[in-house]
Nanobody, 134 residues
Framework: QVQLAESGGGSVQAGESLRLSCTLS?????????????LAWFRQTPAKGREGVAC???????KYADSAEGRFTISLDKAANTLYLQIKNLKPDDAGLFYC???????????????????????WGQGTQVTVSS
């Protein structure tokens, strides 16, 4: 069973940086396990609900929300079984409850496909809170 656990959230000042981590376990597929999944980070706020900020495909292709482009970096350390989200120059609007998510590719999903739509994911972590003070 796929399990995800986020960490690294906290309260920071605007302009600072933060790195969120998501520990991954239970991925099936042996040596090719990482080739079978795409992963993403989501941010949830009362105003906007749960929105996808970044995703990474099985081949390493990444996609970002417009608000995240240039300041957010999603990466996967396969050896450490950890997904990261590096956020630079934090702004108050970046605050929220951040979730990581994973989804196994179907037979019809390309190796280079990833999604930022929450409805595409069935495996979620519990979330880590990020607060940004101006």
């Amino acid at each position: 069973q796929v399990q995800l656990a986020e960490s690294g959230g906290g309260s920071v000042q605007a302009g600072e940086s933060l790195r969120l981590s998501c520990t991954l376990s239970g991925f099936t597929g042996g040596d090719n396990a990482w080739n079978q999944y795409y992963l993403a980070w989501f941010r949830q706020t009362p105003a906007k609900g749960r929105e996808g900020v970044a995703c990474i495909a099985a081949d390493g292709t990444t996609k970002y929300a417009d608000s995240a482009e240039g300041r957010f970096t999603i990466s996967l350390d396969k050896a450490a079984n950890t997904l990261y989200l590096q956020i630079k120059n934090l702004k108050p609007d970046d605050a929220g409850l951040f979730y990581c998510a994973a989804q196994r590719r179907s037979l019809y999903t390309s190796f280079w496909h990833c999604s930022r739509a929450s409805s595409d994911f069935h495996n979620w972590g519990q979330g880590t809170q990020v607060t940004v003070s101006s």
